[in-house]
């Protein structure tokens, strides 16, 4: 295997690149929010760390930093699994988990185990490794590419399925440049194990490269689009315990009859309470249908609020948690006297519950909830 100072520019270039595009993610997960960005922050800069030990690697003819290099190539996979747990779930499920930590293990098992010998040979400008060593390398580093751009192609056909119109462009644009990016690898693989050509190799690995940057761009610029897979939010809706609707946030015109929604969790939250005192059920948190489920935060005494969504997330129960406790805070006087009791609104809820200041709110804790036309599926 020979890494040529030729590569160096390159290298640096696509780092840099790498480089930038990782502080906009992080920067874009600061201010929306969500751990699926924070994923591929992590997975941009893996490959930015990469190509720079790479690089240096090549510079200094150091074969343990380009180890690590080589390392970081497993951490930037495990990034991915990460990123692909969020986008499709909104959580970490142990499936995904368990692939990428043993790709992971096995990657830097390979890369430093010190019994694996590895004869290195330095000349002018090349670091020479045994043909053992490059061939496992090859195995485990293409696997790597592929099993990511067969992973990043699934998510695209899934997203272009659930894409609202005003996405569907974007989701497009992503998924041919998912195909492509797949062609790419397997063209690298190619190059590696069937025929060797340079000219090839460097025409797909920048093609593989631009294809990465435009995932990124999408993703800056649509980064709604990450989030249409996990679950669909129909109704944000605020109710006193006796059914009455005080504030309804709508993010699909799917037809709902929110009153006798309010009224059926109602009757269950009261029978609830009623019948079972004695073994201290609780409050109901959640009420499931069969392709719904109905999320509530009841502990606070004047009001219940809850979401109406295809499925749920601890990342959407925690949404919800933090919007009831600014929402209980923001109108505590109006929702309790001065001793502490629940009081009874009597004014309409439009009066009490500032129509623009509950829409601000509900953008402060639910930015990753697409307002687009759901169907219950």
Do not use: C
Not at 207 to 225: C, E, K, R
Not at 271 to 295: H, L, P, Q, W, Y
Not at 299 to 321: C, D, G, M, Q, W
């Amino acid at each position: 295997m020979q890494y040529l100072l030729e590569e160096v520019p390159t290298n640096l270039v696509a780092a840099i690149l790498y480089g930038i595009i990782s502080v906009m993610a992080i920067r874009i997960a600061r201010n929306n929010g969500g751990k699926s960005l924070v994923a591929f922050f992590m997975y941009l800069l893996s490959n930015a760390l990469y190509l720079i030990f790479e690089t240096a690697s090549i510079i200094l003819l150091n074969a343990t930093i380009w180890k690590l290099a080589q390392t970081l190539v497993g951490v930037s996979f495990m990034s991915w699994m990460v990123f692909l747990d969020y986008t499709f779930s909104d959580e970490l499920t142990w499936k995904k988990m368990v692939v990428g930590a043993s790709f992971l293990a096995l990657y830097i098992t390979w890369m430093w185990h010190p019994e694996n010998i590895m004869i290195v040979m330095v000349d002018s400008d090349t670091i020479v490794f045994s043909m053992q060593y490059e061939m496992v390398f090859h195995i485990l580093f293409d696997w790597n590419i592929n099993a990511m751009t067969v992973t990043m192609l699934y998510w695209a056909i899934k997203t272009l399925k659930e894409s609202p119109p005003d996405h569907v462009k974007m989701a497009n644009l992503m998924l041919g440049t998912s195909i492509i990016m797949l062609v790419s690898s397997i063209m690298l693989v190619l190059t590696d194990f069937v025929f060797e050509s340079d000219v090839t190799s460097a025409i797909m690995y920048a093609t593989f490269l631009g294809g990465s940057f435009m995932i990124a761009y999408i993703i800056f610029t649509h980064p709604i689009i990450i989030h249409l897979l996990p679950y669909k939010v129909y109704r944000l809706i605020i109710m006193s315990h006796s059914g009455v609707p005080y504030y309804i946030k709508s993010w699909s015109p799917v037809e709902i009859n929110e009153v006798l929604l309010t009224g059926l969790f109602s009757a269950i939250d009261s029978m609830s309470r009623g019948t079972m005192n004695d073994i201290k059920g609780g409050e109901v948190e959640e009420v499931k249908f069969k392709k719904a489920i109905m999320i509530s935060v009841n502990k606070y005494s004047p009001v219940v609020i809850a979401i109406l969504a295809s499925k749920t997330s601890r990342e959407l129960r925690h949404s919800l948690e933090r919007f009831s406790i600014d929402f209980v805070g923001s109108y505590y006087k109006i929702l309790y006297d001065k001793d502490g009791l629940s009081r009874v609104i009597k004014e309409h809820p439009s009066k009490v519950f500032n129509q623009e200041k509950m829409d601000e709110m509900v953008g402060v804790y639910f930015k990753n909830v697409p307002d687009f036309i759901s169907r219950m599926e």
